[in-house]
């Protein structure tokens, strides 16, 4: 019996360009979008905790420090994401993109004053374009 050699499936030639398993990692690192910007406000709330004579808990270090570090990957995190909508298209479907990709809403039920043209088309091209943008500025 011949060995046989496994074909790889796409769905569409863009999944096969950036791959699958890619393609759902950056989705969904685009789905934290409200909960990095959240959480990054909150953070702007941590303070000092009150000096006294008694014992803490053992964790070493400062938690505002260890908080404005947390705050800043976020931070970060969320302009990648937002550099990266605003450069496909000269930023044209930056709102639309947010809209879909981080927040989850389907094309059809994105407000059409988002959309500069109706070309369904020229939108997922657009949202490929960021999708491979994105994929360049993780690596």
């Known amino acids: 019996m011949q060995g046989r050699k496994s074909k790889r499936i796409c769905r569409n030639k863009f999944e096969c360009e950036l791959g699958k398993y890619r393609y759902a990692e950056l989705r969904n690192f685009c ?4 909960d990095k910007k959240a959480e990054a406000e909150l ?15 053992s964790e070493v270090g400062d938690p505002v420090v260890r908080a404005a570090e947390r705050r ?3 931070l970060e995190d969320v302009e990648m994401i937002e ?3 605003k450069s496909v298209e000269d930023g044209l479907y ?10 989850g809403k389907a094309y059809d ?3 059409k004053e988002m959309m500069p043209r109706t ?3 020229a939108f997922f091209s657009a ?3 960021f999708f491979r943008t994105l994929d360049k500025a993780k690596r």
């Open 31 to 34: 789905r934290q979008y409200a």
């Open 43 to 57: 953070l702007l709330s941590v303070k000092s905790p009150t000096l006294s004579a008694m014992p803490h808990g």
């Open 72 to 74: 800043a990957k976020l």
């Open 83 to 85: 550099r990266c909508a």
């Open 94 to 103: 930056f709102n639309a993109i947010i809209v879909n990709v981080c927040l």
């Open 109 to 111: 039920f994105i407000p």
């Open 119 to 121: 070309d369904r088309n």
């Open 127 to 129: 949202r490929r374009e």
